[in-house]
């Protein structure tokens, strides 16, 4: 429940309180503090939560009773003695109190200046807007013990020698330029060559218009990673970085570049768990699918163990979930279905392993039947045409007709033939799955 994945509006609202605490009401107010965020974070509630609305009980005031002492109520007091002891009691506390409201202060300059930075983002009227989020993205492992509570104990500000102060190395860019080619870091990178938040939107806006105009997949991918490697150096997270990476791995997906949908796969679901809204559904179809892909049972049951009956419910999910249902069955007549009708993009992703349940599925065919019709092989697979289906029984050894002379719609495969073959090179082609970048 790290603070760097808290929504703009609950960061002011700390910022608030933390001002509004004083000695008298500090402690009972950090613990509210903290079961308040705790909760919500429980329920998946702080970015629906309308935080402004938000009152802590212990920072109410409270009622003062007006009492009139009587003569006789208390023994008379050496006024000597009782101001010499007001003055070394406050004496002795001056400095603590004065300490601890300092921490509180400072807390609160903190959480006040990086939120204005973030409301003048959000009405476009600077584009130092950035620097608020160069304190969003905190995935270091370095600073974990660091960032668990924004209050934590009143020694906060004397920093930990033995841990790095990532803040002192967070970079705000002030490049202006559009389009910037990626170059792996090597060196410390510099602002001037960092573009801030606002132009990096700019960017996705112009590489979309691109896309759209069929421009090569290799300068895009190019530029995303350029895009995104400025969201990493000035930490910034949140949910236009999960935008950036969903649309990269989509274009990933349709330009078969396994590589770098897998890279973005793996960011999302970090992303996706911190709490930042995206397309979570359609991307855990995704995930499903990639590991039917790779057979990774163990993992497969273990995640989707962990779906929600909510998640199930959604199309994607659910359709990722009946190929599931029909690779264990055994089902291919429901599986091509399937891969016709996939929602999204997963037919992309099915796409990978779609040849070796096809040469699964002959193997079964080619031991019922003793011919069966090229049309019929071509129907239930799943392949655009005759000719493809014939090239890919040629390219599997399987291309063995009663009639090779025939037109390709009268034309009947020897099954016993075809089927010699089959085993063989499924045992050659696909009783291992290599899949690039996975992670």
């Not at 050659?428 to 690039?436: P, S, T």
């Amino acid at each position: 429940m790290a603070s760097t994945s808290w929504p703009p509006q609950l960061k002011d609202w700390v910022a608030k309180c933390l001002g509004q605490m004083t000695d008298s009401n500090k402690k009972d107010a950090q613990d509210e503090l903290r079961q308040v965020i705790s909760d919500a974070f429980t329920a998946h509630t702080l970015w629906t939560t309308d935080w402004n609305g938000v009152q802590l009980q212990s920072l109410l005031p409270k009622p003062t009773l007006s009492l009139k002492r009587k003569m006789n109520d208390t023994a008379p007091v050496n006024k000597k003695a009782k101001k010499s002891s007001l003055k070394q009691i406050t004496t002795g506390t001056a400095s603590l109190n004065l300490n601890d409201q300092a921490v509180l202060n400072r807390r609160a300059e903190r959480f006040q200046r990086e939120h204005e930075i973030e409301r003048q983002k959000s009405t476009n009227s600077s584009l130092k807007a950035n620097a608020h989020n160069s304190h969003l993205f905190s995935n270091n492992p370095w600073n974990a013990s660091r960032s668990a509570s924004p209050f934590g104990t009143s020694d906060e500000p004397e920093a930990d020698p033995n841990v790095i102060d990532w803040d002192r190395f967070t970079i705000v860019g002030t490049s202006s330029e559009i389009f910037k080619d990626y170059l792996r870091l090597t060196d410390a990178p510099k602002p001037e060559t960092i573009r801030p938040y606002a132009v990096l939107r700019e960017t996705l806006v112009q590489l979309k218009k691109r896309w759209r105009e069929k421009c090569s997949y290799n300068w895009i991918c190019n530029q995303l990673k350029s895009l995104r490697q400025d969201l990493t150096v000035q930490r910034i997270k949140n949910e236009f970085t999960v935008q950036v990476y969903e649309i990269h791995a989509r274009m990933a997906l349709e330009s078969n570049d396994m590589v770098e949908y897998n890279s973005c796969q793996a960011t999302l679901k970090t992303l996706y768990e911190l709490g930042i809204p995206g397309k979570v559904e359609e991307f855990t179809g995704y995930r499903i699918l990639m590991l039917l892909h790779g057979r990774n049972r163990s993992e497969l049951n273990l995640y989707v163990g962990q779906l929600t009956p909510k998640q199930k419910t959604d199309q994607a999910v659910q359709h990722a979930l009946d190929v599931q249902r029909s690779l264990s069955m055994g089902n291919y007549h429901a599986l091509f279905l399937l891969y016709l009708n996939a929602p999204n993009m997963g037919a992309y992703i099915m796409d990978h392993f779609i040849p070796r349940e096809r040469v699964k599925a002959l193997m079964i065919i080619t031991k019922a039947y003793r011919t069966i019709s090229l049309s019929f092989i071509q129907n239930e697979l799943a392949f655009d045409d005759l000719d493809s289906t014939i090239k890919f029984l040629e390219e599997h050894k399987a291309a063995h007709f009663t009639n090779p002379g025939s037109p390709n719609s009268e034309k009947i495969i020897q099954c016993k033939s075809a089927a010699a073959h089959l085993g063989q090179v499924f045992e050659e082609k696909y009783r291992k799955v290599g899949i690039r970048g996975a992670v």
